[in-house]
């Protein structure tokens, strides 16, 4: 039997324990370049939730897992091993169950790997310091993990997203919960099968379950049982986790929305600038945190930037990740294809001027799938939604400017600050403006440039905490301080 016929002849169950656990809840899952269902899988629920708590609680009290630091990296280590050996299979099923194309992903997986043995080496090297507080004391601090940790991953980009957290929460000592959208169930299933075949991983200490409706979600977010929530999502959704798990005073990571600006310099090199803007619209079909949503381009360049970026954009090829041609795959569905075009229509009614009018493929085979060509249009309003609010799609806007002032008052008129682009073959004026962008990540002549080495994270309501880099595990540990006093010897 095949990979195909047994994904849809078998539902992609829930790992929990150590045990596969299904669910009376069967649910479909499709290809969104097709519409073909692909598969079927078991809608974890409360019980689930509650089975999951019970397991990594326990994992941390009776297994060695909190305490020895080298069996940490050792699972680590052997998780990146299995990653490997899956690459192909993961890539398979993530661009056919999420849509992207095979470019990106690849480019998803790929990330995967050195993130695991990143933070192998963080469990091996972190181990707190010893300090002479005073002549006769000593204070020992040391790191420990918070206690079981659930993250949240979102449908976008599943597997790294999902690896992001949980490579940090195992090198802290954290037993983990990982909770997974409906819309990438069969990613998931392949995940658990890894997770499964890692036979040093001690039992409870990863559990992953399904949970399209979320309501096993609040229920572990509102449980004073899980004091760390890691989650990847949308504003609105961070909120009210920050609001379900106040009364508890959890350790919440969240990065949310983002609303990337790109400030193109008359000096820039637009050969260089060019195909990496219009790789920041197309990856992924713009659903992506750092899309690049907005161009912000100086008013000396700007009538030749509109017109050879206007020009890629209409020559982007749309279609499926089976075509190796292809340059952007569909959406995730085709709810979000009419709910984007609903922005761009709104955004025509208030005034603003089409350059491309790309929106959903309705005629052709490409028609059954959740395609949308990218969308290109001028604004003069920096108050109008589609400036304002995130797209989650590839549309992308364009606003002139004259100063460097003015680039930058434009580029922070926005409640989100994840990622922004400065663009300019000068170099002192670039590094005077990056500091006073509001935004966890900027990028000079570069766009989305992200590593297991380098903290990623966003400001103002693009959410709270870092991960990646040696601050990662800060979100899922404490610092204990131990203070012994034996006295000073008397010479």
């Known amino acids: 039997m095949n990979i195909d016929t047994l994904r849809k002849s078998t539902p992609a169950l829930n790992w929990i324990d150590g045990e596969w656990v299904g669910s009376d809840k069967i649910r479909e899952s499709i290809n969104p370049a097709t519409y073909e269902v692909i598969g079927t899988y078991a809608e974890g629920g409360v019980e689930t939730a509650k089975a999951a708590i019970v397991a990594a609680k326990r994992a941390m009290r009776e297994t060695n897992w909190v305490h020895d630091r080298k069996l940490r990296a050792r699972v680590l280590d052997k998780l990146a091993d299995a990653f490997e050996r899956n690459r192909d299979e993961l890539i398979t099923i993530l661009y056919t169950e999420n849509g992207k194309i095979q470019r990106d992903a690849t480019f998803e997986v790929d990330l995967c790997v050195p993130s695991l043995r990143y933070f192998a080496g963080i469990a091996r090297t972190e181990a707190g310091r010893v300090v002479d507080s005073k002549p006769g004391r000593i204070a020992m601090m040391v790191r420990q993990p918070m206690g079981v940790a659930c993250v949240i991953a979102p449908w976008n980009s599943p597997v790294i997203l999902m690896v992001r957290s949980l490579a940090p929460a195992l090198a802290a000592g954290c037993a983990v919960i990982i909770k997974m959208p409906g819309k990438s169930a069969q990613i998931t299933a392949t995940l658990s099968k890894i997770f499964a075949d890692i036979p040093e991983l001690p039992r409870g200490v990863i559990n992953v379950f399904t949970d399209e409706e979320g309501e096993g979600a609040k229920h572990i977010v509102a449980s004073p049982e899980v004091p760390v929530i890691s989650f990847t999502g949308s504003t609105g959704t961070g909120k009210a986790i920050a609001l379900s798990a106040a009364p508890h005073f959890k350790r919440i990571g969240l990065e949310l929305g983002g609303k990337t600006p790109s400030i193109v310099f008359d000096d820039t090199d637009l050969d260089l600038a060019l195909p990496i803007l219009e790789t920041s619209v197309t990856r992924f079909a713009g ?84 395609f949308f060509r990218p969308t290109f249009m001028e604004v003069r309003d920096p108050k109008m939604q589609v400036i304002q609010e995130e797209t989650f799609g590839p549309v992308v806007t364009m606003q002139r400017f004259t100063t460097e002032k003015e680039a930058v008052a434009m580029a922070n008129d926005s409640i989100y600050g994840l990622g922004a682009c400065i663009w300019t073959r000068d170099l002192t004026k670039a590094l005077r403006i990056a500091p006073r962008i509001e935004a966890g990540l900027v990028w000079i002549n570069e766009w989305g440039a992200v590593g297991e080495d380098t903290e990623e994270g966003g400001s103002k309501h693009s959410g709270l905490g870092r991960l990646n880099g040696v601050t990662a595990i800060d979100d899922f540990s404490e610092i204990k301080t131990i203070t012994l006093n034996p006295g000073v010897l008397d010479i």
Not at 301 to 309: G, M, P, V, W
Not at 329 to 350: H, L, S, T, W, Y
């Open 287 to 370: 659903q992506f945190c750092v899309t690049g949503q907005r161009v912000i381009v100086q008013e000396g360049i700007a009538d030749e930037f509109r017109k050879r970026f206007a020009e890629r954009l209409r020559a982007v090829k749309v279609g499926p990740a089976a075509d190796l041609s292809s340059e952007m795959g569909p959406m995730i569905d085709r709810e979000n294809v009419e709910r984007v075009n609903k922005i761009v229509e709104r955004a025509i009614a208030e005034g603003a001027e089409v350059i491309v009018r790309g929106g959903p493929v309705t005629e052709g085979p490409l028609s059954k799938g959740a």
